[in-house]
C-alpha cells in the first residue's frame, strides 16, 4: 500500500499521482505522465517523433558493437544480456504502446477515456515489463553512444573501476533497479522530453533537461528519497475550486485504476 502524500503546501501545484515504488518508479512516472498529455493532443506528431527515435536508437545500438562483445563477457551479465539481445522484441511493445495511443486518439471517445485506457495498461507489471525494459536499454544505448557526456558524472566509471558498458550492464539496465541522475538526464535527452523534478528535500526544483525549445508535452516528477511521483503544474487560470489538492490513482496499482474509472478528471489538468 502506498501512503498518502498531499503537495497542495506547494503552490505551483495542484495534484499528485502516487506511483508504486518497485523499482521502476522513475520509468513508470516518466512515460505515463508524457504520454497522459500525448493522448489529450488532436495531432498525432508527438507519436511519430517517438517512433523516429526508436528507429536512431536502433542505428545507435548497431554502431556500439555490443553483439560482438556478448562471448567475452562474463557470465554474471547473462541476464542483462539477455536484455540487450532481445532489444527487437522489447522495441516493438514500445512502438505497438504508442500505436495504441493513436487508436486511443482515433476512436470517439472522452478525454477521460482514453486516460482510463492508458491507465488500465500500467495497472499491471505484466503489460509494462517489457515498456521498462525498451526505456531501461535506450537509457543505456543513448549514455554510451554520448560517453564524453555522462562519463564524468559516474564515479566508478570516471575512476577507471569499470568500463561504461559494464556500468550499464549493472546499473542501468537490470528491471527494479532505481534511477539516478544519470539514467533521468539520460531519458529525458535521448526522448527529447522536458523533465523537471521537485524534491522537498532539498528544497529546489531542477530542470533535468529543458527541451529543444519549442512547445512538447513537458513532464514534472516530484522525488522523495530513492522515489518518484507524478505531480502536476497549476494551469495558469485555474477555477478556485482547483487550489485544492486532489490525490490521483496509481498507474501501477489494480485496485485504483477501478476507483479511477468513477472519478471525474480533476480541474487543471494539462
Known sequence: MVSSYEANHLDAYSEIRLVIGDGECFYRSFIFSYLEQVIDRQDTDE?????????????????????SEFSRTSREMHNCLTVVACRHSFTQCFK?????????????????CRKEELLQFFSTYDETQDIFAFLRLLVAIHICSHSEDYVPNIPEVDQGNCSLEVWC???????????DHVMLVALATALEVP???????????????TGPGFPRPSVTLLYT??????????????ESSSHQASKRE?????????????REEPAGQS
Do not use: C
Request: aromatic content about 8%; proline content about 4%; glycine content about 4%.
Open 47 to 67: 507519436e511519430h517523433r517517438l517512433l523516429d527515435v526508436v528507429e536512431r536508437m536502433s542505428v545507435q545500438h548497431a554502431n556500439l558493437g555490443w553483439n
Open 96 to 112: 505497438e504502446l504508442i500505436e495504441k495511443v493513436m487508436r486511443w486518439k482515433g476512436t470517439e471517445s472522452t478525454s477521460s
Open 169 to 179: 550492464f549493472e546499473q542501468v539496465i537490470p528491471a527494479r533497479v532505481d534511477a
Open 195 to 209: 523533465l523537471r523534478a521537485e524534491s522537498f528535500q532539498q528544497g529546489y526544483a531542477r530542470d533535468i533537461y
Open 225 to 238: 528519497g530513492n522515489h518518484y511521483n507524478i505531480i502536476y503544474p497549476r494551469a495558469p487560470s485555474a
Open 250 to 262: 496509481d498507474p501501477a496499482d489494480q485496485s485504483s485504476s477501478h476507483q479511477a474509472s468513477q
